[in-house]
């Protein structure tokens, strides 16, 4: 097809594939001077149309980037609420220190003042954990679970069938629905 073209000599620059009509004295015609007129028309049109299509391609670009900061951001500072409440414990435990250090005759009253504020300090870690969904795992006399539990050794127990827990070196919690950690626990050989 394309040495078809050479061999008519035509010529594909062209813009418009109609002959020009001219008058007797060589002029274009009205009819003529309209169709040019149109095509300059459709120019200024698809001109419009791509500088917009830039300023939107533009705009968008723009759109992702500040979506990618603020996802950025987000992520960044996600544990910020976390990191608020736990404050709250950490002034707690500073209390039963100072508790603690007081100077005081009575050594028990002043043990005994301590422990309340380490066990008030801990509810209220609860409470701040259970607050973001963070809840213990139920471990001791439960069947062994690998997917919760980590057996950390095996004692013969003659209260509990085989592969039951015994007790827990250190507590297992879940957060939403994923393991956040698991329950540490000694098992029942049976």
């Known amino acids: ?15 418009n594939d109609e002959p ?12 003529a001077a309209t169709d040019e007129q149109d095509i ?47 404050l709250t414990t950490l002034d707690n435990l500073d209390r039963a220190i100072e508790q603690g250090t007081a100077e005081s005759d009575d050594a028990a009253a002043k043990l005994e003042a301590m422990l309340e504020g380490v066990d008030l300090t801990r509810k209220g870690l609860l409470a701040t954990l259970e607050k973001f969904e963070v809840v213990p795992i139920d471990s001791v ?34 957060f939403k629905d994923r393991l956040l950690r698991p329950a540490r626990v000694v098992v029942s050989e049976g």
């Open 40 to 86: 300059e028309a459709v120019r200024r049109e698809a001109d419009e149309a791509r500088d917009q299509l830039l300023r939107l391609a533009a705009e968008f670009e723009n759109y992702k980037k500040r979506m990618e900061r603020e996802r950025e951001g987000l992520l960044k500072y996600a544990g910020e609420q976390v990191l608020r409440e736990l």
């Open 1 to 15: 097809m394309v040495e078809e073209n050479k061999d008519q000599n035509i010529d594909t620059g062209a813009v």
């Open 141 to 174: 006399g439960r069947e062994f679970d690998p997917n919760e539990h980590e057996a950390m050794s095996m004692e013969a127990e003659t209260g509990l069938p085989p592969n039951h827990v015994v007790r827990e070196f250190a507590r297992g919690y879940r």
């Open 20 to 31: 020009v009509e001219t008058g007797q004295d060589g002029e274009r015609t009205e009819e």
